[in-house]
């Protein structure tokens, strides 16, 4: 595969795999768990570039549970919702008017430099799960299956 091709299928896998970056991927009506699971970890908090270079991330605090994340002039809510176990976060766009839902899962390295987001596959959760019970009940079902999640994004924290 040419570099340019794989170039392209990695922006267009950034733009449709994790709402945080894109319109398109917000496509649930409800969020994954109604109240955040924990609180903001100051960690992940900062200015964030993809590996690529060419995409921008900053992830800010609103309140104490709850992040504001910049991307390429969008903004987003965001806060944990720990399933099974695992990091997921719900990811709420704020600049359309029907303000959709993303379903992300999130891991950060040890020395806190790298950010990894994957997308809920869509195929896995349909998005026409009318409450955050069902949600929730389909997430811990799949926990372990490797198709729950989308293409891996890598992030670096600028310094």
Request: hydrophobic share 40%; aromatic share 10%; with cysteine.
């Amino acid at each position: 595969m040419s570099s340019v091709k794989l170039a392209w299928l990695r922006v267009v896998g950034l733009a449709i795999g994790v709402c945080t970056l894109a319109f398109t991927a917000c496509q649930y009506e409800i969020p994954i768990t109604s109240a955040p699971t924990q609180k903001v970890q100051e960690r992940l908090l900062g200015d964030w570039t993809s590996a690529d270079g060419r995409e921008k991330l900053k992830l800010r605090s609103l309140d104490d549970s709850i992040y504001i994340v910049y991307y390429d002039g969008d903004l987003f809510r965001a806060y944990h919702s720990d399933i099974a176990e695992t990091p997921f976060a719900t990811v709420q766009d704020l600049n359309s008017s029907n303000r959709k839902y993303a379903y992300i899962i999130w891991k950060l390295s040890d020395d806190g430099k790298n950010l990894i987001l994957r997308n809920v596959n869509n195929k896995v959760v349909p998005k026409g799960i009318r409450d955050s019970a069902g949600v929730v009940a389909l997430l811990t079902r799949h926990a372990g299956n490797p198709d729950l999640f989308g293409e891996e994004i890598e992030f670096k924290k600028e310094n």
